[in-house]
């Protein structure tokens, strides 16, 4: 059995659509495939409709979150869950929030990236990959350029205080 637990569709920062992620995941021989799109659970019913024959799809949803350790700054991780319930409340409205702040901090950086052709610090290139990468997340169409820029031109990531419901 071939399973990937952490694929992201062009909900959030993936190249292919959740239909399109999923007909490529069972044409690699796949068997269990989860959908774990960044601050969302967009793509999950889209998944679900276009899941191929004999392809599990387990919904689930990387979470981006903040560790408060003693005495030391936040740290930043991604939480990946699985099989949770997408209309509880609480953890809708922190999905909500997640999402506006990241389009909000996402439209921020558009507006301050360096012009085309800008040697941007750390990138070794002059093809401005912060603006590149970040317009490429904040307009319709996505690029294919996998992954984000140098951590030197990463603006800071979004951030949960608030812990997961139980049930």
Do not use: K
């Amino acid at each position: 059995m071939r399973i990937d637990l952490h694929t992201h569709s062009s909900v959030s920062d993936g190249t292919e659509s959740p239909g399109e992620l999923l007909a490529t995941a069972r044409a690699a021989g796949l068997d269990v495939v989860a959908l774990t799109d960044h601050d969302t659970t967009a793509g999950w019913s889209v998944a679900e409709a276009a899941r191929p024959a004999g392809l599990t799809v387990v919904p689930g949803m990387e979470m981006s979150c903040r560790w408060f350790p003693d005495d030391q700054p936040p740290i930043s991780v991604h939480l990946l869950a699985y099989l949770f319930d997408p209309t509880h409340p609480a953890f809708a409205a922190e999905r909500g929030r997640l999402r506006d702040e990241r389009l909000e901090r996402g439209n921020g950086s558009w507006r301050r990236s360096p012009a085309p052709g800008t040697r941007c610090r750390g990138s070794g290139s002059s093809s401005g990959p912060r603006a590149a990468w970040w317009g490429a997340r904040t307009s319709p169409a996505r690029s294919s350029r996998p992954g984000p820029p140098s951590r030197s031109t990463t603006p800071s990531r979004p951030c949960c205080t608030t812990a997961a419901p139980t049930t």
